[in-house]
């Protein structure tokens, strides 16, 4: 089952916050954070786990609410170096080792 | 060479064609994925291997063939495809039992079907 990303896209001036996020009708065992710049492969940004967590690293940083199987990005004053399009990936709880399902993805403008 | 390397970058094939995508990984990971990315339906799963052995087929047609003959190498064989088979065809690669290291993708195959 696909998780449910929003917004699709946003527009931010430098300097600006943003939160996308990432919602499953599944209990889920991990969530997964990528960019991908258009034209490259997507970058992976970080996995929050089962157990309810929130990481970061620099200006962007994620949390992971179990029981409500919801994950948010955020993305705190943003460069115009975070322009791109981010992907949440889930695993289903009690799901086959690797069966990672990529919602659509938020579109993500930094604009000077 | 470091990374997730697929070759070709580019690839036009006729409907009636063979063809095959290869990806390779220089990481030293255990399990590679097959992802097909298109306007529709972006970062599609289509195929796991976990140990050269496949884990997950996510209900692709029999016209996409995978292999895995090692760890380090993964190919996508294609034969008879259709129009709407033209997509970004990505590979991808992890370490089963290290989650927090994430997938690392290749730069993926642009297939056109014509």
């Known amino acids: 089952q696909q998780p449910v990303q929003s917004p699709q896209a946003v527009i931010l001036r430098e300097g600006e916050d943003a939160v996308i996020n990432c919602s499953s009708s599944?209990?889920?065992?991990?969530v997964h954070w990528y960019r991908q710049k258009h034209g490259e492969a997507p970058v992976f940004l970080m996995i929050?786990?089962?157990?309810?967590e929130q990481k970061g690293h620099e200006k962007i940083s994620a949390s992971f609410n179990e029981k409500k199987q919801q994950s948010s990005l955020y993305l705190t004053a943003s460069q115009l170096s975070y322009s791109g399009t981010y992907f949440c990936?889930?695993?289903?709880?009690?799901?086959?080792?690797?069966?990672?399902?990529f919602g659509k993805g938020t579109k993500l403008s930094v604009k000077p | 060479e470091t990374g997730v390397t697929q070759t070709p970058r580019h690839l036009v094939m006729g409907m009636t064609n063979k063809k095959s995508l290869k990806c390779e990984q220089h990481?030293?990971?255990?399990?590679m994925y097959w992802y097909k990315q298109s306007a529709k339906k972006p970062l599609e799963l289509m195929f796991v291997y976990n140990f050269k052995e496949q884990t997950e087929n996510n209900s692709v047609p029999s016209r996409f063939s995978p292999e895995c003959p090692n760890s380090s190498h993964l190919f996508l064989h294609l034969h008879t495809l259709q129009p709407e088979d033209s997509a970004l065809y990505l590979c991808a690669s992890s370490q089963a039992g290290y989650p927090n290291y994430g997938y690392t993708f290749g730069s993926g195959t642009r297939l056109t079907v014509v």
């Open positions: 599944k209990a889920l065992y991990s």
């Open positions: 929050l786990l089962k157990g309810g």
């Open positions: 990481l030293g990971h255990n399990a």
């Open positions: 990936g889930t695993e289903r709880e009690g799901g086959s080792q690797g069966n990672l399902i």
